[in-house]
């Protein structure tokens, strides 16, 4: 497939990676020549000097053909622009990022943003990043939760500590019933695929897959009680601090008390009236020990890490966590500091421009592809797959699908029940499957659910 | 300082005034009674004189639009209302109803300024020309004369919003339409609306066309002024007493909620706003202390209800109007009408004194304090609704409440001083501070000013039209820094 990324920035850069890795041609535009050798050095992408918005430049980059536009560059009007050209050109599939909230609800009816713009997919980094913030504050001490099938599945990730039940045992005396062991990454970022005699260690991140709901089986096994938020203080008053501080007030019970922490004065007051009266804007350095301890943060149930600096996100988070704080989330531009921030103590880490690229990469992969989420760096992913009928795997019982090593079905979702594959269940055309594996299996994994 | 500039704007209000004088003249010439003359000569001399003040201040500009700086603004306005108040106590003085010509102008001031003391006792005994200036002199003042003259006078383009700001009531003015002319002429006619709304109901339940139109003047400019001795306990009606709360309720809304409400489609959820909430709000819990008081006097429940209420509606709109004889009131019911006398009904209303949105942001200022005393980096701004008001603007209001009662407080020094019961000085500085007119003690319903020192009267005509200007206006008129030039 042909694709036009617009703007060799954070973002474009990383959106142009993953579609180039996927085996997708990839014309790569920006104005700066810097940033394009940059990208031409490093990845495997044809660049274009020039403006993203120029029709001539557009057709250079053969948007003719093109069946996908990514506009990503730091201004909203351009990518807007750039997408209004494009399908003026021809018709790829159009997705901007827009960052004005303004913009990105233009379109009452919300998600799709600027269709009636002739934008297919407005994508907000920001939306994105509080939006998966928020599902780890939902259950709270996981550092990593996502939804499937509708929020009818999911998976949960635990690091597991040393007083932890399920530590220093094997997958098959836990005595899971409603639960899957889907994966587990080691402390020195080795990937492995568990089967029952699988040893689980203190320092293990295991993956667990079940139906949504409390997940007392799995809390049982970390430890780990479960006690509803009443108490978040957000660090940093950027754009995504005040989108997470407005999502954790809307439409939620009133219980919540959100306390937001910025440095600088004039922003503290935008905040202030942007906000609803349940946030409290604080006006103080995150990183100064005196002010933790006057407002008492430490004591907050979760603390949200977003002051748009990665040292100082993470050394409030260290101080927090030896203050006592039970759930620390950090957002970092860097992904290698990520294996520091647990190292650190701090639970879970949010990377927006990998968020936004894997959600921009969901929105072309493989038709039967339901959703496509990157763990621990990349280094194992979870897929969301529909069994079409006519695929090799329809009608075939686990055991015999032939699965190559690297790959495991944590959970499979038929109408309305989540089941927990045994190596006699049968799969059937139309359900959907949750798979953990290793991205390198991804080729020779998904032909076998897609039908000819 | 464009002194000639002025002298016209000024010429112009004194024509508009003269002009004015006209409707009590026609009025006493219908009813054939001897005020004729008076209002006549005076409306023909004050036209006269404005044409003439008119024709020589505009020679210094060629008849084309002058820039109108603030200063030449606040000094139009200040001075308008001190001229006015002068050109309107002339036919009063002629007309023989007034034994000086400090009592015609102390009624005029108090026509004029919305306040509604008088110092006539019988008041029936007076010639309707005299009593129909008084309720017009109220409506001509309701909204503001300079507001008026902006709206159907030759035009005024570059600094007529510096006019209306030194005029205008209450704190943050919103716009209403671009063109502030539009905007003039829109809130004037509301204004318009609602009166002839008011006379009309008042007329179909029976008063006489006289009495329901000086009755709705005296209404909808939240003023007070009455044909009756009595005032609206002389009408003994429930239903006029209905209308008249109603109206007055009316009046003392921000006229731009009932353009929201009116011509913007927004009908009655144009009223869910946070200062309208707070204004019902004040009236509602006034009304209920004021009964429990009452009852607690010995008044039956029902009449102590229908006292309590129109009392805590006249109050707090500043209107002044009483349906029953409140000297005769307990003690403590008397004081919740001195401390309701320093609410004060809506911003861009007719009425006057410190306002509710004042005392809420006032509220809103003191709530965080006490939070700041918790978190002392908390940064909270002040928020009316779903808009935040700039640091500026809280300030100024908590400075006005401040300056407010400072001035309360001289005045009621003043009049203590010169010989007034404490009591009833303390009560007649927030009356006519406040524009409410009301007095209490000698000075009620059934009493009147008649008979204060003539210095005193020209006290309190100076108090009115301070009040009625929101106290910056004139005071800076009072300072030689404004005057010195620039």
């Known amino acids: 497939m042909q694709a036009v990324v617009v703007g060799a920035g954070k973002l474009g850069f990383e959106v142009a990676r993953r579609l180039a890795e996927a085996g997708h041609e990839v014309v790569l535009v920006d104005q700066e020549a810097g940033a394009l050798e940059e990208a031409a050095e490093h990845l495997d992408v044809m660049t274009l000097a020039g403006p993203g918005t120029s029709p001539s430049v557009l057709r250079k980059a053969g948007i003719e053909r093109a069946r996908l536009l990514v506009a990503a560059t730091e201004s909203d009007e351009v990518n807007i622009v750039a997408c209004l050209v494009a399908k003026r050109l021809g018709q790829p599939l159009c997705v901007a990022r827009v960052r004005d909230p303004e913009y990105a609800t233009l379109d009452p009816s919300g998600s799709p943003g600027l269709a009636g713009w002739g934008i297919d997919r407005v994508v907000r980094p920001e939306e994105l990043a509080a939006q998966e913030i928020i599902r780890m504050l939902r259950t709270p001490a996981a550092s990593e939760v996502e939804f499937f099938a509708g929020e009818r599945a999911l998976m949960v990730s635990f690091l597991i500590e040393p007083q932890a039940p399920a530590a220093g045992r094997r997958i098959e005396e836990l005595g899971l019933e409603q639960t899957v062991v889907a994966g587990i990454i080691r402390p020195d970022g080795e990937v492995v695929l568990p089967d029952g005699a699988t040893l689980i260690q203190p320092g293990d991140r295991v993956y667990f897959m079940a139906a949504a709901g409390p997940l007392d089986e799995v809390r049982r096994l970390v430890g780990r009680d479960e006690h509803p938020l009443r108490d978040v203080v957000i660090f940093g008053g950027g754009p995504l601090g005040l989108e997470l501080a407005r999502l954790l007030t809307t439409g939620r019970k009133p219980g919540l008390a959100v306390r937001l922490v910025e440095r600088d004065r004039q922003r503290c007051r935008v905040l202030a009236e942007r906000l609803p009266d349940a946030v409290m804007v604080l006006n103080a350095n995150p990183a100064d020990p005196d002010f933790l301890e006057e407002e008492a943060l430490a004591r907050a149930d979760a603390c949200i890490l977003a002051t748009g600096d990665d040292h100082r996100n993470l050394l409030v988070g260290t101080m927090l966590r030896e203050r006592g704080t039970p759930t620390c989330i950090t957002e970092l531009a860097r992904e290698e500091y990520i294996p520091l921030a647990h190292r650190l103590g701090i639970q879970a880490c949010v990377v927006p421009r990998v968020v936004t690229a894997s959600f921009i990469l969901q929105l072309v992969e493989r038709r039967n592809v339901r959703s496509l989420t990157l763990l621990a760096e990349g280094q194992a992913e979870i897929l969301e797959l529909v069994v079409e009928a006519g695929a090799r795997a329809a009608g075939r019982p686990v055991a015999r699908l032939g699965l190559p090593p690297g790959v495991v079905i944590g959970l499979i979702i038929r109408e309305d029940q989540v089941l927990i594959p045994r190596g006699a269940t049968v799969i059937q055309p139309g359900d959907e499957v949750l798979l953990f594996l290793k991205p390198e299996v991804e080729p020779r994994v998904q032909p076998l659910f897609r039908g000819s | ?486």
């Open chain 2, 1 to 486: 300082m464009n002194i000639r500039l002025i002298v016209h704007m000024l010429g112009t209000l004194i024509l508009f005034m003269g002009a004015a004088m006209l409707l009590p003249a026609a009025w006493a010439l219908a009813a054939g009674t001897p005020d004729f003359p008076a209002f006549l000569g005076a409306g023909l001399g004050a036209g006269l004189t404005g044409w003439g003040l008119r024709r020589w201040g505009r020679s210094s500009h060629s008849g084309g639009a002058e820039a109108l700086h603030p200063r030449e603004a606040l000094a139009t306005v200040g001075l308008g209302w001190v001229v006015a108040s002068l050109v309107a106590a002339v036919p009063l003085a002629w007309s023989g109803s007034f034994p000086s010509f400090t009592d015609a102008f102390f009624e005029a001031t108090s026509g004029l300024t919305t306040t509604g003391a008088t110092v006539l006792t019988a008041i029936e005994a007076h010639p309707p020309g005299v009593l129909f200036w008084r309720g017009l002199l109220h409506w001509l003042g309701g909204m503001g004369i300079i507001v008026l003259a902006i709206a159907i006078l030759p035009r005024l383009e570059v600094g007529g919003l510096q006019l209306l700001r030194a005029e205008a009531s209450g704190t943050a003015n919103e716009r209403l339409r671009p063109r502030l002319r539009d905007a003039a002429r829109l809130v004037w006619s509301i204004y318009v609306g609602l009166t002839a709304l008011a006379a009309l109901l008042l007329w179909a339940r029976g008063l006489s066309l006289f009495d329901a139109l000086v009755h709705a003047f005296g209404t909808i400019a939240t003023a007070g002024s009455s044909s009756h001795t009595a005032s609206i306990a002389a009408f003994q009606d429930p239903v006029v007493e209905l209308i008249i709360l109603v109206f007055m309720v009316l009046a003392g809304t921000n006229f731009a909620l009932h353009d929201r409400a009116l011509f913007r489609g927004q009908g009655l959820a144009a009223y869910r706003d946070p200062e309208f909430r707070a204004y019902l709000g004040s009236m509602g819990v006034l009304a209920l202390l004021l009964t429990a008081t009452l009852a607690r006097g010995g008044l039956p429940l029902a009449e102590a209800s229908r006292q309590g209420l129109f009392q805590a509606v006249s109050l707090i709109t500043t209107t002044g109007y009483t349906t029953a004889d409140t000297t005769q009131w307990p003690e403590a019911a008397r004081f919740l009408l001195l401390m309701a006398m320093f609410i004060g009904g809506s911003a861009g209303s007719t009425s006057s004194s410190i306002k509710v949105i004042r005392w809420v942001i006032l509220a809103r200022v003191l709530r965080r304090e006490v939070i700041q005393l918790l978190h002392p980096k908390v940064v909270l701004p002040i928020r009316l609704g779903e808009r935040s008001l700039s640091e500026e603007a809280v300030r100024g209001a908590t400075a006005f409440i401040l300056l407010y009662l400072l001035v309360f407080a001289g005045a009621a020094a003043v009049l203590a001083l010169a010989g007034l019961h404490p009591l009833t000085a303390l009560q007649t500085a927030a009356a006519t501070l406040g524009n409410i007119g009301l007095g209490l003690g000698p000075l009620g319903p059934s009493g009147s000013y008649g008979g204060l020192a003539p210095a005193l009267k020209w006290f309190l005509s100076l108090l009115m039209i301070a009040g009625r200007l929101e106290l910056y206006t004139l005071f800076l008129l009072l300072t030689p820094s404004f005057w010195r030039r620039a």
